[in-house]
Nanobody
Framework: VQLQASGGGLVQAGGSLRLSCAAS????????IAWFRQVPGKEREFVAR????????DYADSVNGRFTISRDYARDTVNLQMNSLKPEDTAVYYC???????????????WGQGTQVTVSS
């Protein structure tokens, strides 16, 4: 397994969760790492991305200001801190990796398994 997502769960609206994406050192130091999410019956949507050196990050408008993506090189992980969660954040969250172009095109080269996030109202 090259990408392993964890940290999902059930939380009340306004609460916080922290997702982690564990990857091999090669992935963490080479690729752009991104988080996507998907609700049943809808297309997978981009949430956030961070480049290989952690110097650049982007967010979907829907999560900007509430979510923070970061790299932990010591643990070879990429974390997604999710604050002020809303019921509409409920989804399966996936971490993914790829080149800058692949992520920009929302077509990563590698996908991890998903982790469920449920936000109750």
């Amino acid at each position: 397994v090259q990408l392993q997502a964890s940290g999902g769960g059930l939380v009340q609206a306004g609460g916080s969760l922290r997702l982690s994406c564990a990857a091999s050192r090669r992935f963490v130091s080479t690729y752009v790492i991104a988080w996507f999410r998907q609700v049943p019956g809808k297309e997978r949507e981009f949430v956030a991305r961070i480049n290989w050196n952690g110097g650049s990050a982007d967010y979907a408008d829907s999560v900007n200001g509430r979510f923070t993506i970061s790299r932990d090189y010591a643990r070879d992980t990429v974390n997604l801190q999710m604050n002020s969660l809303k019921p509409e954040d409920t989804a399966v969250y996936y971490c993914a990796a790829g080149s800058e172009l692949a992520i920009m095109r929302r077509n990563p080269d590698y996908w991890g398994q998903g982790t469920q996030v449920t936000v109750s109202s």
